[in-house]
C-alpha cells in the first residue's frame, strides 16, 4: 500500500513575501509614526527650532590693482609730424597730451612716470609707434616737456580705466581736448 503525496507548488499569487521586505516596510511605518501622530503642526516653519546666523560685515571692495603695466625707454615726435594723419584719423597735434604705442588700443589712456624725476602725466593713445626698437612709447613733445623728457627717457607706464581714481579723471580733466572726456566720465 502506499501512498502517493502530491506536493503543490504555490502560485505567484500565494508566494512567500521575503522577510527582507517585510522588515523594511515595517521599519518604514515605525520610522513615520511620530510625525505624522503629531500632526501636520509639527513640521511647520513655527515649529521649526529658530537658529540666527552670526552678523557678517560685508568687507570693502578693495581697489584693483592695475592691469597692465610697462617700463622702458621713452621717446617723443614734434614738429616734423605736426598736422599729420596718426593711426586712429586724427591729425597729430604736438601741443596735446598724446602718444604713439605699438599695441594698446587706440584712444587708450596712460599714466607715464618718469623714473628719473618722478614726474607723472596722462596721455591718450592715438598713434602707432614707436618705430625704432627698444623703445616702449613715442610721447607728443608737450607731453615730453611735461616730463622734462630730453630725448630719451626711462618710463613707467600704466593703463587708466574710466573707472580708476578722481586723481586721474582730474589730470584727464585738465588736458587740451576736451571733447574726449565725457567719454571717460561714468
Known amino acids: 500500500m502506499s501512498q502517493t503525496i502530491k506536493i503543490e507548488r504555490p502560485t505567484p499569487a500565494q508566494k512567500p513575501v521575503p522577510l527582507t521586505l517585510i522588515t523594511a516596510v515595517l521599519l518604514a511605518a515605525a520610522l513615520a509614526a511620530p510625525l505624522y501622530a503629531a500632526g501636520p503642526a509639527m513640521n511647520t516653519p513655527a515649529s ?16 584693483e590693482a592695475h592691469t597692465w603695466s610697462q617700463t622702458g625707454k621713452a ?4 614738429p616734423h609730424f605736426q598736422g599729420r594723419t596718426t593711426a586712429n584719423g ?3 597735434n604736438m601741443n596735446l597730451f598724446t602718444c604713439a604705442h605699438r599695441n594698446l588700443p587706440l584712444g587708450s589712456w596712460v599714466k607715464v ?5 618722478h614726474k ?3 596721455v591718450r593713445v592715438n598713434d602707432r609707434g614707436p618705430m625704432v626698437a627698444g623703445r616702449i612709447i613715442d610721447l607728443s613733445f608737450a607731453a615730453a616737456q611735461a616730463l622734462n623728457i630730453v630725448g ?3 618710463v613707467s607706464l600704466e593703463l587708466v580705466q574710466a573707472d580708476d581714481p578722481e586723481p586721474y579723471l ?4 585738465q588736458l587740451q581736448a576736451p571733447s574726449l572726456i565725457p567719454k571717460l566720465v561714468p
Open 75 to 78: 621717446s617723443w615726435y614734434g
Open 170 to 173: 582730474e589730470e584727464i580733466s
Open 48 to 63: 521649526r527650532p529658530q537658529v540666527t546666523a552670526p552678523s557678517v560685515k560685508p568687507t570693502p571692495k578693495k581697489q
Open 120 to 122: 607723472s602725466i596722462v
Open 90 to 92: 586724427e591729425t597729430y
Open 152 to 154: 630719451l627717457g626711462r
Open 113 to 117: 612716470t618718469n623714473l628719473h624725476n
